[in-house]
């Protein structure tokens, strides 16, 4: 019997323009795809955050131009400003449904947004030989 889940992830871009932002969602998709082995048709809805100083393009313009994601319910929403947080920073959650347990569930925090979240990081779980 299937459950809902929520995978979370993050990741940061070095400059506000359509191209940084472009390459750091599909780089956060591809590796959230590949690391849960998602098929679209299992993925609910999708909520994305930027932080105020992205405003180059929406991130769920992006995953729309992905295969099979033109029916997923998606949201952009402006992450709430905190002083001294994590700068051009996109977030996401992404409601899926599954089979599997939690805890077979791979969060994907990257670039500089592996801060956010150390003890999840996959880092923390993959082998030497896959990191880069």
């Known amino acids: ?4 889940y929520g995978i979370r992830g993050a990741t940061t871009v070095l400059v506000n323009t359509t191209t940084a932002i472009r390459e750091a969602v599909m780089e956060l998709l591809d590796t959230i ?3 849960n ?4 048709e299992d993925i609910i809805s999708v909520i994305f955050t930027a932080t105020r100083d992205l ?3 929406f991130p769920a313009a992006i995953a729309r ?5 033109d029916h997923i319910p ?3 929403l402006q992450q709430m400003h905190v002083q001294k947080s994590l700068e051009r920073c996109i977030r996401i959650l992404i409601y899926i449904n599954s089979p599997h347990d939690s805890s077979e569930i791979t969060h994907v925090y990257l670039r500089n947004a592996k801060n ?4 999840i990081s996959l880092d923390s ?8």
Do not use: G, Q, S
């Not at 019997?1 to 809902?4: D, E, G, R, T, Y």
């Not at 082995?37 to 679209?40: A, E, K, Q, S, Y």
């Not at 956010?116 to 003890?119: E, M, S």
């Open 1 to 4: 019997m299937a459950k809902v």
């Open 33 to 35: 795809e590949l690391h």
């Open 37 to 40: 082995h998602l098929n679209t």
């Open 55 to 57: 405003d180059a393009i």
């Open 65 to 69: 131009e992905r295969p099979n994601w």
């Open 74 to 76: 998606l949201l952009d």
């Open 116 to 119: 956010l979240r150390p003890d």
């Open 125 to 132: 779980i993959l082998p030497d030989t896959f990191r880069h």
